[in-house]
C-alpha cells in the first residue's frame, strides 16, 4: 500500500537555525499538508498546499514558515529560524483530489527538537 | 470557537473487553467527523469516518462510531478489544464548508493488558 514518507524522523537544532523537514506524498495526490503536534497538547493544523500555492493556513503559519514542492515529488515545510517552542512533531499529509471529502494519508512524522 | 474534545486522556482495558473512547465537539452545524489511530513509530491512520447518513459507522479493524446530533458526540466502539489495538486515538471535524483542514481532539492513549 501507498504511504507517505518523511524524513528526517528526528532533527535536533539550535534555537535561530533553519530547518527543512522533507515529505514525499503518496504520487497520484494532489492535496499537501503539514500539522503539527507540541507534546502533551494537540495535532494542529498548518497549512494546505494543492496546485503549487498554499490553500489555506493557520495563525501558527507565519512569516518563519514556508512550504514548497520544488521537484513534483517532495513537499517540504522550512523554518527559517527556529524557536524552542517550534519543537513538536511534524506530520504531513496528502490527500486526493476531493479535499476534505476524501481521506488524508498521514506520514509518521518528523520529531524536531530546538535546543 | 470550534473545538473537539476527548476527555479520557489514558484508558486501560483487558484484551477481549469491549472499548468505547469518548469524542465530543462544539460546532454551529454537524461537521465532519472523524477517528484517526496512531500507533507508536506511525504515522495517523483513519479508522473511520462520518458524512452523512447512516449514524453508525463501519470502520477498519471492527471499530464503529456512532454520531449523535443531540449530544454533539462520535464515540468510537470496539465490541473485543485485541492487544495490538493498544495505540493513541483521536477524534478529529471538519468544517463542512470547503475547507481541508481537520482539527483535532488531543487523543486518548489505549492500554491493552493480556
Known amino acids: 500500500e501507498p504511504e507517505v514518507t518523511q524524513t528526517p524522523s528526528h532533527q535536533v537544532t539550535q534555537m535561530g537555525q533553519e530547518v527543512i523537514l522533507r515529505c514525499v506524498p503518496i504520487s497520484n495526490h494532489l492535496y499537501f499538508y503539514w500539522y503539527r503536534q507540541i507534546l502533551g497538547q494537540k495535532v494542529e493544523f498548518l497549512v494546505s498546499?494543492?496546485?503549487?500555492?498554499?490553500?489555506?493556513k493557520s495563525e501558527i503559519f507565519d512569516d518563519q514558515f514556508s512550504v514548497e514542492r520544488p521537484d513534483g515529488s517532495n513537499f517540504t515545510l522550512k523554518i527559517r529560524s527556529t524557536k524552542l517552542e517550534d519543537s513538536a512533531m511534524y506530520f504531513c499529509a496528502s490527500g486526493t483530489s476531493s479535499r476534505i471529502a476524501d481521506t488524508q494519508y498521514f506520514g509518521p512524522g518528523t520529531r524536531l527538537t530546538v535546543l | 470557537a470550534q473545538s473537539v474534545t476527548q476527555p479520557d486522556i489514558h484508558i486501560t482495558v483487558s484484551e477481549g473487553a469491549s472499548l468505547e473512547l469518548r469524542c465530543n465537539y462544539s460546532?454551529?452545524?454537524?461537521?465532519?467527523l472523524f477517528w484517526y489511530v496512531q500507533s507508536p513509530g506511525q504515522g495517523l491512520q483513519l479508522l473511520l469516518k462520518?458524512?452523512?447518513?447512516?449514524?453508525l459507522v463501519q470502520g477498519i479493524k471492527g471499530f464503529e462510531a456512532e454520531f449523535k446530533r443531540s449530544q454533539s458526540s462520535f464515540n468510537l466502539r470496539k465490541p473485543s478489544v485485541h492487544w495490538s489495538d493498544a495505540a493513541e486515538y483521536f477524534c478529529?471535524?471538519?468544517?463542512?464548508?470547503?475547507?481541508?483542514?481537520?482539527?483535532f481532539g488531543t487523543g486518548t492513549r489505549l492500554q491493552v493488558f493480556p
Open positions: 460546532y454551529g452545524a454537524t461537521p465532519y
Open positions: 462520518y458524512f452523512s447518513g447512516d449514524t
Open positions: 478529529a471535524v471538519a468544517r463542512r464548508d470547503n475547507t481541508d483542514k481537520l482539527i
Open positions: 498546499f494543492y496546485n503549487n500555492e498554499i490553500s489555506e
